[in-house]
């Protein structure tokens, strides 16, 4: 069963950027897709990308495009979210998730990591 494992969040100041990876195991990433999601506090989980190396899809929410940018490293098995002007309303824990194909509901989605967060201030 895929395990996966996020990385690289913090804190930042409104503007900056950040790399958050998720670094995965017991399959090859090219077999899946790997979505990332958030939940700001008190809020629903929000898809906001998606990647499919077989099909070449990518997906953007409306909230993030443009700013954010997903990338894979097969031979690492790791997938990248790079995070450029970040806005307070960013704030959140960021999860990626593996499932067959890339789409915008969660219930697509049969593996999770724990999740790391993600501040920005004003």
């Known amino acids: 069963e895929v395990q996966l494992v996020e990385s690289g969040g913090g804190l930042v100041q409104a503007g900056g950027s950040l790399r958050l990876s998720c670094a995965g195991s017991?399959?090859?990433?090219?077999?899946?897709?790997i979505g990332w999601f958030r939940q700001a506090p008190g809020g629903e989980r929000e898809g906001i990308s998606c990647i499919n190396d077989n099909s070449g899809r990518r997906y953007y929410a409306d909230s993030v495009k443009g700013r954010f940018t997903i990338s894979s490293d097969n031979a690492k098995n790791t997938v990248y979210l790079q995070m450029n002007s970040l806005k307070p309303e960013d704030t959140a824990v960021y999860y990626c998730?593996?499932?067959?194909?890339?789409?915008?509901?969660?219930?697509?989605?049969?593996?999770w990591g724990q999740g790391t967060q993600v501040t920005v201030s004003s």
């Open positions: 017991g399959g090859p990433f090219d077999e899946y897709a």
């Open positions: 998730a593996a499932a067959s194909a890339c789409g915008s509901s969660d219930y697509l989605y049969d593996y």
